[in-house]
């Protein structure tokens, strides 16, 4: 009798550290999600505030002097790049954006001057505030695709994109057609 009551004592032990260890487990799942959870919501509001800055220039100076000679629309650039690399941070720490795709974007983002800009601007600080390994290596893909990316000429017009033409001709050719079947309407009726 005592052995079987041994075995009970040690299959409920084991069953007993089993569930201890998944309480254990989902706890720290918990606490991670909880944690990615406070971050989000900590980067919508300042995403908030900074929309509100980009359309007040008064609240634009509460976050800092604004130069003099600040161009208010490459301002408002800078500060709608730094939301959308926030944005991307915090989806790549997620695992939610795989590195191939953030290469990218971030080539193609770096490729134009208003990317550049920010990233001469913000690289210091972005990767010297790091804060997780994960942190780090996003940006330092970043800083990576910065080097990759050509750099656009100065002066540079933006080139011409056929669709808009030919969006822009189809209206006009639709447009002139109602007027077309209007004023044959017109002649047809008796008047």
Do not use: C
């Not at 075995?7 to 084991?14: I, R």
């Amino acid at each position: 009798m005592s052995f079987i009551g041994q075995t009970y004592g040690a299959a409920s032990a084991l069953l007993a550290a089993l569930a201890l260890i998944g309480i254990a487990a989902t706890l720290i799942f918990q606490a991670h999600d909880t944690k990615i959870a406070r971050e989000e919501a900590r980067r919508i509001a300042i995403a908030e505030l900074l929309k509100m800055a980009m359309d007040d220039p008064a609240l634009d100076e509460a976050w800092g002097p604004v130069p003099a000679d600040a161009d208010p629309k490459a301002r408002r650039q800078l500060m709608y790049i730094n939301m959308i690399i926030s944005e991307w941070q915090m989806s790549f720490e997620t695992k939610a954006l795989p590195e191939k795709r953030l290469r990218a974007i971030s080539r193609e983002m770096f490729s134009g001057r208003p990317g550049r800009a920010f990233w001469e601007e913000a690289r210091q600080v972005r990767m010297g505030t790091t804060g997780s390994k994960r942190a780090r290596r996003f940006h330092e893909i970043l800083d990576e695709e910065y080097h990759l990316a050509p750099v656009p000429s100065p002066g540079r017009p933006r080139p011409r994109r056929p669709w808009m033409l030919i969006t822009g001709s189809a209206v006009g050719v639709l447009a002139a057609g109602g007027v077309v079947r209007r004023a044959i309407a017109r002649r047809r009726s008796p008047g």
